[in-house]
């Protein structure tokens, strides 16, 4: 198995349909500034033929995929053996040790690209690389009802409509995204966590994640919010989502996860992806809690490292 570094254009030439938003060429050009001296690579695996490319940006000594996203790993435009799939981490495992840099390999949830994460997994475990896993949480539109939702979830619906609490999608203008924005930064401002995405970033983003936006109103103020990709085809992943503070006891949580689920139902998406409710593998079980009241379903999200 070869390994060669090329340019962002032949890497999407050969390359051009990744399962997912963050394993495209776009994507990773646009945060590119977010490595370390801009060091963003490009790898394709080939021996008769290219079998899979990856995506590695450095930070540090460390050469992570992702290097700006909820996940990463291979890119590939078929389904691979399970030995060649052995074959790819191991050449990048050498890779990275051979130039003293460690590597750092997050999977998406299994439900994005199933065949080459599970073969992944099995791939990077061989290897002895530690492992922290996450929970990931998601929810099958089609299956999904109000009357299959745990008892305090619709109790916790029915409050905010009957407070006249409002979700309303944005249009995608820079205002409506700035809007949605300040009311993240409000909420993750109060649990002391940062927002990652600069606000420049994200309105440069929303063209090809296709991203939508959410408000919830009370009285005429906004109370919450969220952002949503279409990270793939058939799959929205809420990026951030949260309530500004005080506003807890109206739920509007419960009304925007509702009208989130049943917007992208309406629009033919099967799965809404509302992300982890674990950090570095320990369990925020409120939230756990939370989202397992309205029938989401936790698959696990690794993440594989090896120190220089």
């Known amino acids: 198995m070869t390994i060669t570094e090329v340019s962002p254009d032949i890497f999407h030439n050969r390359l051009p349909e990744p399962a997912h938003l963050y394993g495209s060429v776009a994507f990773s050009e646009l945060n590119r500034y977010k490595c370390t001296d801009g060091d963003l690579r490009y790898l394709l695996f080939s ?62 949830p299994e439900f994005y690209d199933p065949d080459t994460t599970a073969k992944s997994i099995l791939a990077l ?17 089609r299956a999904f009802c109000e009357e299959n939702c745990a008892s305090r979830f619709r109790n916790q619906l029915h409050q905010a409509r009957n407070a006249h609490a409002e979700v309303t999608l944005l249009d995608s203008s820079p205002e409506s995204i700035e ?8 909420n993750h401002f109060a649990k002391h966590r940062p927002v990652h995405i600069p606000l420049d970033n994200l309105i440069a983003t929303v063209p090809m994640a296709q991203a939508r936006f959410f408000a919830v109103t009370h009285s005429g103020c906004d109370i919450a919010g969220a952002m949503v ?25 419960n009304l925007l996860a509702d009208y989130i689920i049943r917007y992208y139902a309406a629009q033919g998406v099967e799965i809404v992806d509302f992300g982890p409710s674990t950090e570095h593998g320990a369990p925020n079980t409120g939230l756990c809690a939370f989202k397992e009241s309205f029938t989401a379903i936790p698959t696990i999200k690794p993440t594989f490292s090896s120190q220089v």
């Not at 790993?73 to 060649?84: F, H, I, M, P, Y």
């Not at 809007?179 to 409000?186: D, L, P």
């Open 47 to 108: 021996d008769s033929r290219v079998r899979a490319g990856l995506i590695l940006g450095r930070h540090g000594h460390t050469l992570h995929t992702p290097f700006s996203a909820p996940f990463g790993g291979l890119v590939v435009n078929r389904t691979q053996r399970v030995e060649t799939i052995q074959l790819i981490w191991r050449t990048a495992l050498q890779y990275a040790r051979q130039q003293n840099l460690g590597l750092r390999v997050t999977l998406p």
């Open 125 to 141: 475990h061989e290897l002895g690389m530690s492992c922290v896993l996450d929970l990931n949480y998601h929810v099958l539109t």
């Open 179 to 186: 809007r949605v924005y300040s009311i993240v930064q409000q």
């Open 229 to 253: 990709y279409t990270a793939a085809p058939g799959i929205a992943q809420a990026i951030y989502w949260g309530d500004i503070p005080g506003y807890g006891h109206i739920r509007p949580m």
